[in-house]
Structure formats: structure tokens, C-alpha cells
């Protein structure tokens, strides 16, 4: 089955730091460039940044908000995907999704296939 | 950045009406346009992509149209399990942006 499962969410005081992570499986993950998107509290979805494939660069790109607070990384071998949260605030409160994301020149970009998301609570 | 701007926010609708929801860009986004259907505590669904295209395994029942800034999404014939909040969303430049939802309930 074609899966992303995401884990490490929790609480964390303002300041703190956060690791979360999202299995891949059913799909061949080194091929795929992922995503990060979040969600917060009744609110709308936003973007938080994107990896590509090592053969692309495996290079990263973020949301304003989240630079330099923020790594995304990857561990093809484990078929594996993280999120470094680093510094955080209320702000960033959220259900964070882990996606897939397509990218090509005909149909543009967009995330085909979601986790179910993990919750960040940042809260004193 | 390019701000998505959904319209209307919500709209109540019966089951069997046809249904559009309209999302205008900022700018021009050519074609690079997708629609997400989102149920309460579920994560989002890609319905359309790059306008027009339907995502596999999505009824036919859903449609999209438009380029530039101004975009549609149609239902043609809603069904209970329809009921839900739409999010468009540009990939034409970073930040990807999404609009704020069109939220669909039952009349």
C-alpha cells in the first residue's frame, strides 16, 4: 500500500526544538521529491518547504516563516523523511503534513499523496 | 507572494446541485492551478491538477477550468460524501500558496 506516516509530534514550550519524521512506503522514496505542509487550528494550509530527489540535488526550499528555523532532510535508505523544527513558537502550532510533490514544466507542481499529519502544540 | 482568493467562502448546497467554486489568483498563474478536497480531520485529497487534469481515481463528476488568474471548480451532480472544504492552490512560484477554503455544507 502507497503510504506516508508521519510521527514525532507533541508538545513543546516556546524555544524548543522538534523532530518529526514521515515513513515512506508502497513507493520507490529516493525517486520522489517530498514536502512539508501544515495546518493550523481551524485555519488554511501553508506551505513549509520541499526536498528534491538526490539525482535533482536533493536541494531545499522554504517558507518565509520557517527559514532558517526549519531543515528538511532525507534518509533514502531508510525511505525516510524529517523535519527539523528548531526555535519554535506559538505560531507554529499546526497539524504538519508529509506529502509527495510532482514537479514537471507541462502540469506544474502539487502534492499527490498525503500523510495523515502529526500535531506540533507549542505552548507554555 | 501570490495570494489565492477563494469565492465564496462557504456555500450550502443540496445533494444533486450543481456546484462551482471560483479561485483568482494574484497575478497570472498560467495553468498552474490544483484543487484539494479537505474532510473534517482528514488530510487533503488532490482532486484537479494544472487546471484541468483529474487526479486518478477522482469521480468525473468533478471538473476544473481556467487560466490566468481566474480558475472554477465544478461538481456537477453533488453527492453526500461531496460535502467538504475545497482549497485551491498556485505552483507557478515559491511560496505555494493555497487559498483559504470554500467550505461546501448541507442545505
Known amino acids: 500500500e502507497v503510504q506516508l506516516v508521519e510521527s514525532g509530534g507533541g508538545l513543546i514550550k516556546p524555544g524548543g526544538s522538534l523532530r518529526l519524521s514521515c515513513a515512506a512506503s508502497?513507493?520507490?522514496?529516493?525517486?520522489?521529491?517530498m514536502s512539508w505542509v501544515r495546518q493550523a487550528p481551524g485555519k488554511g494550509l501553508e506551505w513549509v518547504g520541499r526536498?528534491?530527489?538526490?539525482?535533482?540535488?536533493?536541494?531545499?526550499d522554504y517558507a518565509a516563516p520557517v527559514k532558517g528555523r526549519f531543515t528538511i532532510s532525507r534518509d533514502d535508505s531508510k525511505n525516510t523523511l524529517y523535519l527539523q523544527m528548531n526555535s519554535l513558537n506559538t505560531e507554529d502550532t499546526a497539524i504538519y503534513y508529509c506529502?509527495?510533490?510532482?514537479?514537471?514544466?507541462?502540469?506544474?507542481?502539487?502534492?499527490?499523496?498525503w500523510g495523515r499529519g502529526t500535531l506540533v502544540t507549542v505552548s507554555s | 507572494d501570490i495570494q489565492m482568493t477563494h469565492s465564496p467562502s462557504s456555500l450550502s448546497a443540496s445533494v444533486g446541485d450543481r456546484v462551482t467554486i471560483t479561485c483568482r489568483a494574484s497575478?497570472?498563474?498560467?495553468?498552474?492551478l490544483n484543487w484539494y478536497q479537505q474532510k473534517p480531520g482528514k488530510a487533503p485529497k488532490l482532486l484537479i491538477y494544472?487546471?484541468?487534469n483529474l487526479q486518478s481515481g477522482v469521480p468525473s463528476r468533478f471538473s476544473g477550468s481556467g487560466s490566468g488568474t481566474d480558475f472554477t471548480l465544478t461538481i456537477s451532480s453533488l453527492q453526500p460524501e461531496d460535502f467538504a472544504t475545497y482549497y485551491c492552490?498556485?505552483?507557478?512560484?515559491?511560496?505555494?500558496?493555497f487559498g483559504q477554503g470554500t467550505k461546501l455544507e448541507i442545505k
Open positions: 526536498i528534491k530527489r538526490k539525482s535533482d540535488g536533493g536541494t531545499t
Open positions: 506529502t509527495t510533490f510532482y514537479s514537471s514544466n507541462w502540469y506544474g507542481s502539487y502534492f499527490d499523496l
Open positions: 494544472a487546471a484541468s
Open positions: 497575478q497570472s498563474i498560467t495553468n498552474y
Open positions: 508502497g513507493f520507490t522514496f529516493s525517486n520522489a521529491w
Open positions: 492552490q498556485q505552483s507557478y512560484s515559491t511560496p505555494y500558496t
